[in-house]
């Protein structure tokens, strides 16, 4: 992910707009299918591109993500997962996310500041106040352009899950999934302009369809 040697080898490298991107949705909803085929749309069209994962990203980062998804932590509280995601996500931000749109390239990201809000705000409880005050102080409030959703009812991801082995995450109760989901959809009503929500229980191409109009439209190309 965010492998730079692929970008050295290409010679005719299109003037990019710096872009942000996030895509977000429960476990299951098809957020990584997605966000890799828009990867390999913009490298394929000779944009510089990047793809960094939440939690990770970064060497430190991975090493995060290894304790907040090991299913052994049990005794985990949630200030102690917020603060883990947050110190992950300032890790990223600083070493990679930042210096690339300072170069004007593009940074996808499968996951982002939305799934805190979703999973610790909604899902653990913890509410919004804790969540504003740590996306100022570790992001510094970096936005994205546009935050693709992938929504779809908890059964269909529970059923494409059903053959993995689960992380902490992915092996919580649907109650709590339940809320993660509900919490997306209000965000998403919230911001109405930052965010595309899309049925997950389309078809991969369907559902890209839709993303690679939008993102057309960010990068000013009609088609
Ligand atoms: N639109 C889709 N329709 C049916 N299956 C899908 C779709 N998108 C992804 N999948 C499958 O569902 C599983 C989870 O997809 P993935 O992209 O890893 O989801 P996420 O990153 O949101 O957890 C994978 O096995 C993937 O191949
Ligand atoms: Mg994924």
Do not use: C, W
């Not at 990019?16 to 476990?27: H, K, Q, V």
């Not at 990679?96 to 990201?109: D, H, N, Q, T, Y």
């Not at 500041?113 to 979703?118: E, M, N, P, Q």
């Not at 935050?147 to 059964?155: F, Q, R, S």
């Amino acid at each position: 992910m965010g492998d730079d040697s692929i970008h050295e080898e290409r010679k005719e490298v299109k003037t990019n707009r710096a872009l942000f991107i996030s895509f977000e949705g429960i476990d299951g909803s098809g957020k990584s299918t997605q966000v890799q085929m828009l990867y390999h749309y913009l490298l394929n069209s000779g944009h510089v591109a990047h793809l960094f994962r939440e939690p990770g990203g970064t060497a430190i980062s991975e090493k995060i993500r290894s304790i907040l998804l090991d299913k052994a932590n049990t005794e985990m509280t949630p200030t102690t997962e917020v603060l883990l995601y947050y110190a992950s996500r300032n890790q990223l931000m600083t070493e990679k996310v930042l210096p690339a749109l300072s170069r004007g390239e593009i940074v996808l990201m499968d996951r982002f500041v939305d799934s805190s809000f979703a999973y610790q705000g909604v899902g653990r409880g913890l509410g919004k106040r804790p969540l504003n005050f740590l996306t100022k102080f570790a992001t510094g409030g970096k936005k994205p352009e546009l935050t693709v959703l992938v929504d779809l009812p908890l059964e269909t991801a529970e059923d494409r899950l059903s053959n993995k082995t689960l992380d902490r995450f992915e092996s919580e109760s649907r109650a709590f999934k339940e809320r993660v989901r509900q919490g997306y959809l209000y965000l998403a009503k919230r911001e109405p302009d930052r965010y595309l929500v899309l049925d997950g229980r389309l078809p991969p191409e369907e559902i890209f369809g839709v993303i690679k109009k939008r993102m057309n439209q960010l990068l000013g190309i009609s088609d």
